[in-house]
């Protein structure tokens, strides 16, 4: 067995090296400009290509002018750790970063950081809104141009940026204020019931940010360089204060119900687990009590707002778009959209936020368009287990540069294939154990032991399960873990799993399966 894994991590590092190589002899002449999108607690099927509900034009266009990957999923359903693993290629638990309440200093990195990675292969790195790195005055980690809404004191600062605090103050003041009943991280009861903002666009932190970023595309860009710009917006995440005009865009009355659960109570799961644990606070049980007793249009009336901020910062990376192409800039270019999280919803008796392995929690969309795309591959539907850890090396090898070693990303652009795709959640800290979900795109495994590690529960080893078929049962409302009749599956599943976690603590590569050509797979449907 140790020979076999040897091989295998030789044959791996040997193709990594190869397909570097020709990367660096595609990309030496004219390096594609990286435009890179992203939101914050979108869910995977908010995008009006695969929910008509939704209204998002430019994100669509995008579908259907490159891949969607529909399989991917984040590497832990909370920002910060989402966030390490995007930019660094790295799983939490490989990083120690597994909360929102960790963080890793400069000189405890890792791993190099995407936008460090870009800027020594040459690039001009220019960065407009949300990294959480969550350290007290990091650097701005690679970009050269940076643009933040958090005051100099704040955890969020980068030292070197512009910050909204300074640029805006009055601005930044005016959206506070709208938004200072909405709870913590505007998550509270009053944050998803949300409101028509009263506020100026640009007073909002997103508009601030979509705003400097199109400053920076009229004055700044270096003619000379190939361009990184990374764009990214606060929202969809609550709170849901919404310029009237996209909130406007939509009729209550063609929003869906929220489908809830046959049972009242959520049953044995690595969920039940967590909220069990004093760290997990009482909003679940806030939200419930206050939805219960909203009628049917009231609640549809957040799911709106909900939708209404997809629609709006659509219409920013329309505007973005449109400037990059008048610049010439996506004459030669690899563009991605994709999101750290998704967003439960209202889903399993009134569950908003995320925290929790379930779809619409662990799900993100993932995009990749622009003219780097092959022609054949336009337009696709690619169903690979995919996850944030792979941007990394997507994007180091479209810059010609070699994929920095022991990462356990894969390239999207290539043909290769993981077996499943993992996540990992321990969302009370070090000591509640964790939770850990191997999936594919019919089933999903989670294993999670009930309890904090040091308590009597871990100690005797109480490890308990969950699965589910997603073909079948989409919702996750039955777990068939106990059910002998599927005990092959769940037993397979537990192999990989395991297997997985070896490998990725070890810092070893991925079990890796041939996959059929894209060429060959679906197309993107236009939405009605």
């Not at 379930?358 to 622009?370: D, I, M, N």
């Not at 287990?385 to 999207?412: E, K, R, S, Y």
Request: charged letters at 25%; proline letters at 9%; aromatic letters at 10%.
């Amino acid at each position: 067995m140790t020979r076999y894994f040897y091989y295998l991590a030789a044959a791996v590092a040997l193709t990594n090296v190869l397909g570097g190589l020709r990367a660096s002899a595609q990309a030496a002449a004219r390096p594609p400009n990286i435009i890179f999108l992203m939101t914050d607690q979108q869910r995977w099927d908010a995008l009006g290509v695969l929910n008509p509900a939704i209204k998002t034009p430019n994100l669509d266009r995008l579908a259907r002018q490159g891949i969607l990957f529909r399989q991917a999923v984040c590497q832990a359903p909370m920002c910060v750790p989402s966030r390490y693993a995007l930019m660094l290629g790295l799983y939490p638990s490989q990083m120690k970063v597994l909360t929102n309440g960790d963080s890793l200093s400069d000189d405890q990195l890792p791993a190099t950081p995407l936008p460090e990675i870009l800027r020594r292969a040459g690039y001009q790195t220019a960065g407009f809104g949300k990294t959480h790195w969550r350290q007290p005055i990091p650097t701005t980690r690679g970009f050269e141009i940076r643009a933040i809404d958090e005051p100099r004191k704040s955890v969020n600062y980068e030292a070197g940026a512009i910050t909204m605090s300074e640029e805006n103050p009055q601005g930044l003041k005016e959206y506070n204020d709208e938004v200072k009943s909405f709870g913590p991280g505007e998550e509270g009861i009053l944050g998803y019931i949300g409101c028509v903002s009263k506020v100026p666009a640009r007073n909002h932190r997103d508009g601030w940010f979509a705003e400097q970023c199109l400053k920076f595309l009229n004055q700044g860009v270096d003619p000379k360089r190939p361009l990184f710009l990374y764009l990214s917006f606060i929202k969809p995440h609550a709170g849901f204060n919404v310029p009237k005009e996209f909130e406007d865009l939509y009729d209550i009355n063609t929003i869906p119900d929220i489908a809830q659960p046959p049972w009242h109570d959520e049953p044995d799961t690595h969920l039940t687990a967590y909220e069990a644990d004093p760290s997990a606070g009482t909003r679940y049980r806030e939200w419930r009590a206050a939805w219960e007793k909203m009628t049917p249009l009231e609640r549809r009336r957040t799911t709106l707002r909900y939708y209404a901020n997809c629609s709006w910062l659509d219409a920013y990376f329309g505007q973005v778009l449109d400037k990059l192409q008048k610049l010439g800039r996506l004459d030669n270019a690899l563009i991605v959209f994709t999101s750290d999280h998704g967003e439960m919803l209202g889903e399993r008796n009134f569950r908003f936020s995320k925290y929790c392995l379930y779809e619409s929690s662990v799900r993100v969309p993932l995009l990749l368009a622009g003219t780097v795309i092959p022609q054949a591959k336009r337009g696709t539907l690619d169903e690979r287990p995919a996850g944030l850890i792979d941007l990394v090396p997507t994007l180091a090898q479209a810059a010609g540069q070699l994929v920095p070693p022991g990462l356990p990303g894969l390239d999207l652009l290539g043909e290769r294939r993981r077996a499943g795709s993992f996540s990992e959640f321990q969302g009370g800290g070090p000591r509640l154990a964790p939770a850990y979900m191997w999936r594919k795109p019919d089933w999903k495994l989670i294993l999670f032991v009930p309890g904090r590690l040091d308590g009597p529960a871990a100690q005797a080893g109480l490890v308990k399960g969950e699965l589910y078929n997603l073909q079948d049962d989409p919702h996750e409302w039955q777990n068939l873990y106990a059910d002998e009749r599927y005990a092959g599956v769940r037993e397979q599943m537990k192999t990989e799993l395991l297997t997985h976690l070896a490998l990725a603590w070890a810092r070893g590569p991925n079990p890796l399966t041939p996959r059929r050509p894209l060429s060959a797979g679906k197309k993107v449907a236009p939405s009605p």
